[in-house]
């Protein structure tokens, strides 16, 4: 599914850029991913990261810190703090959005900023580091001793970070070094789990052992192995996107809706999640599903609209009668499916049009093929389509 764009304020004003991920399937729950130092939210183990943990279910937020990328707001004298406020503002504003963060993961000095911030994001349940450094001065370390004397003597220099030009104040320095990031990991309060790779050679594999001491349990360490820094490499985004949504799993809240109050029924059941304007959560006997609106009517595009059931039950029931009358009459048939779109038609009666594509794979002579066909205009949903059905609709009553 594609990306979407997610655009909220700072809590400064400013206007942050960000990129929502949307879980593919029915949603485990939301998270946010901090992208490392100068990197931004479409760097490559940023997006690979997020798009990962969406193939798991997973929905994520990644997004542009102050000043970087497309989001406003002033990288130069920002600092540690105001990643960490940003962190909070992009919480703040997926729980109005109704995908309210349950995950907060970190990538390298992303990862610092989760686990400053994490503490003051209610929904957050769990939080994860990759790459992390332990301390905020680390990143001092790339800026380089030669740049930050330029810094404290002048105020502010440009400095050559990743290849990219960048002008840092002497607030940032002073931040970086003011801040106890020890403290923090103490009073997190939320289990963590911290990856990183033993050959790590921009933030060493120290760096998650000290991290490991400071928190409280729960606590899990997972090795990256041969992984780089950047996570470079496709496969190393997804082990570390595997062993996430594997381990948050028992910390995400649920994301099936409430039971009924009247008690479980046949039927299909639709509940509203709270999420978006129209999620709803979808439940046929064991089966969970969502159903929902594309984004241009104001929906999140996480499940299939209404139609496309109606659609999807007539392509079903297609592909499903000429595979039963196959099997029944010993026709050669290897693979059948169905393709089904439905428009509108304003001037017509009736109106609703459902136009319905057949492809048979198989040796398949003329006759055959012909049979298959008049049996597909005869399958169960197509006769309720095509003749009048009726609606009884009950109010469920409630109990004093």
């Known amino acids: 599914m594609a990306s979407q764009q997610f655009d909220f304020d700072s809590a400064k004003g400013y206007r942050l850029s960000g990129r929502i991920e949307p879980p593919e399937g029915a949603p485990r729950g939301w998270a946010i991913l901090a992208h490392c130092f100068t990197c931004g939210k479409d760097a490559l183990a940023t997006t690979r990261l997020a798009r990962a943990l969406a193939r798991t279910g997973i929905g994520v937020l990644r997004f542009d810190f102050a000043g970087l990328g497309k989001s406003g707001g002033d990288f130069a004298g920002g600092g540690f703090a105001a990643d960490v406020d940003d962190l909070v503002a992009a919480g703040a504003a997926m729980t109005q959005a109704g995908m309210a963060p349950g995950l907060l993961l970190g990538h390298s000095f992303g990862g610092a900023a989760a686990l400053a911030a994490a503490g003051d994001m209610p929904s957050v349940k769990a939080v994860v580091t990759i790459a992390a450094p332990a301390d905020v001065a680390h990143v001092l370390r790339t800026v380089g001793p030669e740049a930050l004397d330029r810094i404290e003597a002048e105020g502010a220099a440009e400095v050559d970070l990743a290849g990219r030009p960048f002008v840092l104040r002497r607030s940032f320095v002073d931040d970086a070094r003011q801040q106890d990031l020890a403290a923090r990991i103490g009073q997190l309060h939320r289990p963590l789990l911290i990856l990183h790779a033993p050959g790590d050679m921009t933030v060493g594999i120290d760096n998650a052992q000290r991290i490991f001491v400071a928190a409280k349990h729960p606590k899990s360490f997972v090795s990256l192995d041969d992984a780089d820094h950047l996570l470079t490499r496709p496969a190393d985004a997804d082990y570390a996107a595997a062993v996430i949504a594997a381990w948050a799993g028992r ?64 392509a079903a029931c297609t592909t499903m009668t000429m595979r ?22 304003p001037d017509q009666t009736p109106a609703d049009l459902f136009t319905r594509t057949i492809v048979l794979e198989g040796p398949l002579d003329e006759e055959q093929r012909a049979k298959l066909l008049s049996i597909a205009n005869r399958c169960p949903v197509d006769i309720t389509l095509t003749r009048a059905s009726e609606v009884e609709t009950l109010l469920a009553g409630s109990e004093d």
């Open 251 to 314: 910390y995400l809240p649920p994301q099936d809706a409430a039971p009924s109050p009247h008690g479980e029924a046949d039927g299909v059941l639709a509940v509203e999640t709270g999420r978006g304007r129209y999620q709803l959560a979808m439940r046929s006997g064991p089966h969970q599903f969502l159903a929902d609106e594309p984004v241009d009517v104001g929906g999140l595009n996480s499940g299939l609209a209404p139609y496309d059931f109606v659609s999807a039950g007539l």
């Open 324 to 345: 039963m009358y196959a099997e029944r009459k010993g026709l050669p048939l290897v693979r059948a499916q169905t393709r089904v779109t439905h428009t509108k038609r």
